[in-house]
């Protein structure tokens, strides 16, 4: 619309310059409020991101992640007596084997001969390889109470033929071993003399693995 010819009246004057000036703070308001929206939005983003690794940070410390290698903890056995026996090179340790004793019959008559079984089991999770030769197991009878040995197998015996077992996980192993009921000492040395009547108890080990004590009696 064309504006007459000539000056404008004041009032009509200072209302346009008015609009004008309120357009212009209007406009000039909207930009600043856009830009402080902007920046306010990447803050947001970059709290976000950093509550995210800090979130992780703490997943991973629960978790016990760590990059450091980890020990293994020493594996458990059976029970052990003395220093572990030699073990030849790629056989299986004494920790992966148990072993148990049993005898024939509870009561043997004076001039009888006890017989005593040897049952040894790998209680790993892992097949395993051993000598079990009869020079390598030491059966021994004791008095009831411990303090007197009165027998070994390999006392006058220490040799034997090798008898190399692989057994599977589970896995048993069994032999028996005869006793002919008189006394013995290492290297066979003294004389052997019948046992007397009584309560004793029999023991089978292998390298520092031993069994239980198990009683019987001679009647």
């Given at each position: 619309?064309?504006?007459p010819n000539g000056p404008l009246p004041p009032?009509?004057?200072?209302?346009?310059?008015?609009?004008?000036?309120?357009?212009?703070?209007?406009?000039?308001?909207?930009?600043?409020?856009?830009?402080?929206?902007?920046?306010?939005?990447?803050?947001?983003?970059?709290?976000?991101?950093?509550?995210?690794?800090?979130?992780?940070?703490?997943?991973?410390?629960?978790?016990?992640?760590?990059?450091?290698?980890?020990?293994?903890?020493?594996?458990?056995?059976?029970t052990t007596s003395g220093s572990a026996a030699?073990?030849?090179?790629?056989?299986?340790?004494?920790?992966?084997?148990?072993?148990?004793?049993?005898?024939?019959?509870?009561?043997?008559?004076?001039?009888?001969?006890?017989?005593?079984?040897?049952?040894?089991?790998?209680?790993?999770?892992?097949?395993?390889?051993?000598?079990?030769?009869?020079?390598?197991?030491?059966?021994?009878?004791?008095?009831?109470?411990?303090?007197?040995?009165?027998?070994?197998?390999?006392?006058?015996?220490?040799?034997?033929?090798?008898?190399?077992r692989t057994l599977n996980p589970g896995q048993?192993?069994?032999?028996?071993?005869?006793?002919?009921?008189?006394?013995?000492?290492?290297?066979?040395?003294?004389?052997?003399?019948?046992?007397?009547?009584?309560?004793?108890?029999?023991?089978?080990?292998?390298?520092?693995?031993?069994?239980?004590?198990?009683?019987?009696?001679?009647?």
């Open positions: 619309m064309l504006e009032e009509i004057y200072w209302r346009r310059r008015l609009v004008a000036i309120g357009a212009l703070v209007v406009a000039t308001a909207l930009v600043i409020w856009v830009a402080f929206a902007l920046l306010r939005g990447g803050g947001e983003d970059k709290q976000a991101d950093a509550g995210a690794t800090t979130s992780a940070e703490a997943t991973n410390k629960a978790a016990g992640s760590s990059s450091a290698p980890s020990e293994s903890g020493k594996p458990s056995g059976s030699p073990v030849a090179q790629g056989q299986c340790p004494d920790q992966s084997l148990a072993v148990k004793v049993n005898v024939g019959q509870p009561t043997y008559k004076t001039g009888e001969q006890p017989v005593f079984g040897i049952v040894i089991t790998n209680i790993s999770s892992a097949a395993c390889e051993r000598d079990m030769g009869s020079g390598l197991q030491l059966v021994s009878v004791q008095s009831l109470d411990g303090a007197r040995r009165l027998w070994a197998s390999t006392d006058c015996y220490p040799d034997g033929t090798p008898d190399v048993q192993a069994a032999f028996t071993v005869t006793w002919t009921g008189s006394t013995s000492q290492p290297s066979c040395a003294g004389e052997r003399v019948p046992v007397p009547p009584g309560p004793y108890t029999v023991v089978a080990q292998l390298g520092s693995v031993r069994s239980a004590p198990e009683p019987f009696n001679i009647a």
